[in-house]
């Protein structure tokens, strides 16, 4: 009499293995961040992030190009401008880096689903998310500019704003200005559940935004809270949000399923800038095995309760899952 469980009959083989499957990874749920720079001619690597570009935007289409063909789900564009002041206002000029890049893509992709990043740190000369006064970034003021960057982006032709600035209130703010300015249709997706992490490191280094004094803790969340990442989550739904993030990703996965379990909007992960760096080094010292632990990474993601992954490795992943069917 056999007193265990055989679990191995269904994993005996590839067959039964994939008709067991769980979750499935698909270019579909991918959010590919792209950075565009003022210049021309210019495709430069980040240093900290191989295979991520800086892209001008007479050779934008280099890589947007790549994206459609294969199949991933939608683009997030971040803008590094020449000129920054104290207030950002290049985040919401109507020939602003970002407005131009998404009436670009628009342009040559119509079909291409375009997502803008709404922040100030990349725009402004103290690098902080919002507005300074005293040393100190004040949240209502920061709100009024921060919604006429939305507007901006909106009107540019982006198919959604993605506000990650953390202040409180954006969704408010941002879907009442939206709202007035004529965009009813234009969803939210709101970075609810930010942390203030040290895993943002090389995308600092992208988009020269890292900030000038003290650090973001003001605004960003303590990693080591899970449930005020649920009150954030449950005021920015109150809001009027259209889909949640939580971000960082892998050193998140609790976070993730908590805001599944308890929120019936879709949920985006951001698998972030150092959790890629972190793979890209180790694989290149012949370390680890990129495909394996890339594809492990965002399959985890799903079954830890995303809809959405963005991710620098979704061309790769891509290209991987296609080799698999
Ligand atoms: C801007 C912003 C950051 C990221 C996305 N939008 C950095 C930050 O808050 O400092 C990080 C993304 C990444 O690390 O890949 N607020």
Same mark, same amino acid.
């Given at each position: 009499?056999?007193?265990?469980?055989?679990?191995r009959r269904l994993r005996?083989?590839?067959?039964?293995?994939?008709?067991?499957?769980?979750?499935?990874?698909?270019?579909?749920?991918?959010?590919?961040?792209?950075?565009?720079?003022?210049?021309?001619?210019?495709?430069?690597?980040?240093?900290?992030?191989?295979?991520?570009?800086?892209?001008?935007?007479?050779?934008?289409?280099?890589?947007?190009?790549?994206?459609?063909?294969?199949?991933?789900?939608?683009?997030?564009?971040?803008?590094?401008?020449?000129?920054?002041?104290?207030?950002?206002?290049?985040?919401?000029?109507?020939?602003?880096i970002v407005q131009q890049?998404?009436? %670009?893509?628009?342009?040559?992709?119509?079909?291409?689903?375009?997502?803008?990043?709404?922040?100030?740190?990349?725009?402004?000369?103290?690098?902080?998310?919002?507005?300074?006064?005293?040393?100190?970034?004040?949240?209502?003021?920061?709100?009024?500019?921060?919604?006429?960057?939305?507007?901006?982006?909106?009107?540019?032709?982006?198919?959604?704003?993605?506000?990650?600035?953390?202040?409180?209130?954006?969704?408010?703010?941002?879907? %009442?200005?939206?709202?007035?300015?004529?965009?009813?249709?234009?969803?939210?997706?709101?970075?609810?559940?930010?942390?203030?992490?040290?895993?943002?490191?090389?995308?600092?280094?992208?988009?020269?935004?890292?900030? %000038?004094?003290?650090?973001?803790?003001?605004?960003?969340?303590?990693?080591?809270?899970?449930?005020?990442?649920?009150?954030?989550?449950?005021?920015?739904?109150?809001?009027?949000?259209?889909?949640?993030?939580?971000?960082?990703?892998?050193?998140?996965?609790?976070?993730?399923?908590?805001?599944?379990?308890?929120?019936?909007?879709?949920?985006?992960?951001?698998?972030?800038?150092?959790?890629?760096?972190?793979?890209?080094?180790?694989?290149?010292?012949?370390?680890?095995?990129?495909?394996?632990?890339?594809?492990?990474?965002?399959?985890?993601?799903?079954?830890?309760?995303?809809?959405?992954?963005?991710?620098?490795?979704?061309?790769?992943?891509a290209r991987w899952l296609?080799?698999?069917?």
């Amino acid at each position: 009499m056999q007193s265990f469980k055989r679990h191995r009959r269904l994993r005996q083989n590839s067959a039964i293995r994939r008709m067991v499957r769980e979750n499935h990874v698909s270019p579909a749920d991918f959010i590919y961040p792209i950075f565009a720079v003022e210049g021309s001619g210019i495709k430069e690597e980040v240093p900290s992030m191989p295979g991520v570009f800086h892209y001008s935007l007479d050779r934008l289409h280099e890589e947007v190009d790549q994206v459609a063909e294969l199949g991933i789900g939608s683009i997030i564009l971040f803008g590094v401008p020449e000129e920054k002041d104290a207030c950002g206002s290049s985040a919401y000029a109507e020939d602003g880096i970002v407005q131009q890049a998404i009436r %670009q893509v628009k342009e040559r992709h119509p079909d291409l689903y375009v997502m803008a990043d709404t922040c100030l740190c990349q725009f402004t000369d103290h690098g902080h998310c919002g507005v300074v006064e005293n040393g100190e970034i004040v949240n209502d003021e920061s709100l009024r500019i921060l919604a006429q960057t939305a507007v901006s982006q909106a009107k540019a032709g982006a198919d959604m704003i993605a506000p990650s600035n953390m202040m409180d209130g954006f969704v408010t703010a941002f879907r %009442q200005a939206l709202d007035e300015a004529g965009f009813v249709h234009v969803p939210i997706l709101s970075y609810a559940i930010k942390y203030a992490s040290a895993f943002y490191g090389p995308f600092r280094d992208a988009a020269h935004s890292s900030p %000038q004094f003290g650090d973001r803790r003001t605004y960003q969340m303590d990693p080591a809270n899970a449930r005020e990442a649920l009150r954030e989550a449950s005021s920015d739904v109150d809001e009027g949000a259209d889909m949640l993030m939580v971000k960082p990703g892998l050193a998140y996965m609790d976070i993730i399923r908590q805001v599944r379990d308890r929120f019936d909007l879709p949920v985006a992960a951001y698998n972030v800038s150092g959790e890629y760096a972190m793979v890209k080094a180790a694989a290149e010292r012949g370390w680890i095995d990129e495909r394996g632990v890339v594809l492990e990474m965002l399959t985890g993601m799903k079954r830890a309760g995303a809809d959405l992954i963005l991710t620098y490795h979704a061309k790769d992943a891509a290209r991987w899952l296609a080799e698999d069917v």
